[in-house]
């Protein structure tokens, strides 16, 4: 991202909260072929290049950073994958009437 442009803005007012970071998640969703790499970024012109991104594998932002990962990963939870990285908060408890 050029430090002169505004950032990117998020396709969703809420995100899922996760239990593992973004780059975890990543990895786990490209071994089991959920999630595919796009095409190489270029690195735009006065980018960052202490930060490098794994998805866009160019320098501007970091993995943990990318909104684009942020919307693919909320994008597929929001169909039904990645539950095992969905926080739950603690107070829930499913109801069970035969306990």
């Known amino acids: 991202m050029r430090r002169d442009q505004p950032p990117r ?11 593992a970071s973004r780059p ?3 990895n786990q969703a490209l071994a089991v072929d ?5 095409k190489r970024a270029n690195t ?3 980018a960052d290049y202490s930060k490098r991104c794994r998805y866009h ?4 932002h970091s993995t943990k950073e990318c909104s684009v990962l942020k ?3 909320e ?7 990645l539950k095992k990285y969905v926080h739950k908060p603690q107070s829930y408890i499913p109801y ?3 306990r």
Do not use: F
């Open 9 to 19: 803005e998020s396709r969703y007012a809420h995100y899922t909260p996760l239990t």
């Open 24 to 26: 975890h998640i990543m």
């Open 34 to 38: 959920i999630l595919t790499i796009p």
């Open 44 to 46: 735009p012109p006065k």
């Open 57 to 60: 594998r160019n320098h501007g």
């Open 71 to 73: 919307d693919k990963i």
């Open 75 to 81: 994008d597929l939870i929001k169909l039904g994958h």
């Open 96 to 98: 069970n009437p035969y």
